[in-house]
């Protein structure tokens, strides 16, 4: 069964860096043509697609975090992570990761989520 | 223009059947995708494609996409089904786009 579980700062100040860790158990990120994401949802809003990887390790973002955004693997594929830069207040929220079906058809699907990490962004 | 629209509430009578619904341009071109949220929790998706159910998914979840309308069927609304609902689809940029929500009353 694979579980996906995120860590990371909880407090970042703003004009700072974000860094966060997905970690896959269960699977290899480079197995089985899945995508793996990140997706995050500010308190009390809906959910905003940030971008993903693919088992090669090429990324796509989401034009609004495309210019600050960067989602890599890690070399013992069983992480990805993502980097935020120029933090603000409007990027508090909760950051999901999680695993896209892969893209055979006319849909996407997150079949695994992880359960997500809370990130503050506050001087 | 990449954007789906879902009602901001609905609400359903126990075991009476309710439809949730998503418009958006993108949904003439993909598939919906809905996923479940309950207070503190991460989504769990309940129903993709043009017809897939995931393992664990009571078969009450049923859903429909046509003429950039999706659509999401509760037959039977349990007191369990109590929670928010987010449709989304892929967008012809390779982009992944949400519906803004939809909270599920069941009473």
């Known amino acids: 069964q694979v579980q996906l579980q995120e860590s990371g700062p909880g407090l970042v100040k703003p004009s700072q860096t974000l860094s966060l860790t997905c970690t896959v158990s269960g699977a290899s990120i480079t197995s089985g043509g899945y995508y793996w994401t990140w997706i995050r949802q500010p308190v009390g809003k809906g959910l905003e697609y940030i971008g993903r990887?693919?088992?090669?390790?090429?990324?796509h973002y989401h034009p609004s975090f495309a210019s600050r955004v960067t989602i890599s693997p890690d070399a013992s594929k069983t992480q990805f992570f993502l980097t935020l830069n120029s933090l603000t207040a409007a990027d508090t929220a909760v950051y999901y990761c999680?695993?896209?079906?892969?893209?055979?058809?006319?849909?996407?699907?997150?079949?695994?989520w992880g359960q997500g990490t809370m990130v503050i962004v506050s001087s | 223009s990449s954007e789906l629209t879902q009602d901001p509430a609905v609400s359903v009578a126990l075991g009476q059947t309710v439809r949730i619904t998503c418009q958006g341009h993108?949904?003439?071109?993909?598939?919906a995708t809905w996923y479940q949220q309950k207070p503190g929790q991460a989504p769990i998706l309940v129903f993709y494609g043009k017809n897939k159910r995931p393992s664990g998914i009571p078969d009450r979840f049923s859903g429909s996409t046509s003429g950039g309308t999706a659509s999401l069927t509760i037959a039977g609304a349990q007191a369990e089904d109590d929670a928010d609902y987010y449709c989304s689809s892929r967008d012809t940029s390779a982009n992944v786009i949400f519906g803004g929500g939809t909270k599920l009353t069941v009473l």
């Open positions: 990887m693919s088992v090669t390790g090429t990324a």
């Open positions: 993108s949904l003439k071109t993909f598939f």
């Open positions: 999680a695993r896209d079906l892969p893209w055979i058809s006319w849909y996407n699907a997150f079949d695994v």
